[in-house]
T-cell receptor, first 112, second 113 residues
């Protein structure tokens, strides 16, 4: 069965600092992996996805993620945080029956 | 804007009542998924429909049911509501049943009093 673990329910960074949000997955088959962002009182917006092509995936808003099979990780990074990046971020793996299995989320706080 | 629409945006009701949540997928998408987001359970898959047929079931209670109509919109029916059903309910859609990319609607926030 597939599962996702997000380390750190809250991450706080200064504006301009590196953003690193951690995600580890468990999957018995080659995984499809996703990062979604949820702004307050809004739905989930797809940031990027990995579907077994390039291991470094670039997404919207300057985010990228690297698939590392040996570490079963799919961490999300952004070189320089903006105040507008403050939101909750969810890592997900496509599970059996093609449903998405989500991690518990990481709330990103950006300090001025 | 993902192109997925959900109505209503907010719903307040009482225990024991029945409500219907509506979702219209993106143009061209045949598959609809329903998810529930709550503080204690996080984001959980409920059910999937593809072109009018049920394809997969997740942690959906027997009090809950869904359907997808010929015009591809979907409805999630929640009955005999309990306080614990208060949550944000999301609909997502994808082109195929395999759900390579699921696009989410803005959600319906349900509050059961």
């Amino acid at each position: 069965a597939q599962s996702v673990t997000q380390l750190g329910s809250h991450v706080s960074v200064s504006e301009g600092a590196l953003v690193l949000l951690r995600c580890n997955y468990s999957s018995s088959v080659p995984p499809y992996l996703f990062w979604y962002v949820q702004y307050p009182n809004q739905g989930l917006q797809l940031l990027l996805k990995y579907t077994s092509a390039a291991t470094l995936v670039k997404g919207i808003n300057g985010f990228e993620a690297e698939f590392k099979k040996s570490e079963t990780s799919f961490h999300l990074t952004k070189p320089s945080a903006h105040m507008s990046d403050a939101a909750e971020y969810f890592c997900a793996v496509r599970g059996s029956s093609y449903k998405l299995i989500f991690g518990s989320g990481t709330r990103l706080l950006v300090r001025p | 804007d993902s192109g997925v629409t959900q109505t209503p945006k907010h719903l307040i009701t009482a225990t024991g009542q029945r409500v219907t949540l509506r979702c219209s997928p993106r143009s061209g998408d045949l598959s609809v998924y329903w998810y529930q987001q709550s503080l204690d359970q996080g984001l959980q898959f409920l059910i999937q429909y593809y072109n009018g047929e049920e394809r997969a079931k997740g942690n959906i209670l027997e009090r809950f049911s869904a359907q997808q109509f010929p015009d591809l919109h979907s409805e999630l029916n929640l009955s005999s509501l309990e306080l614990g059903d208060s949550a944000l309910y999301f609909c997502a859609s994808s082109v195929t049943a395999a759900g390579e990319t699921q696009y989410f609607g803005p959600g319906t926030r349900l509050l059961v009093l």
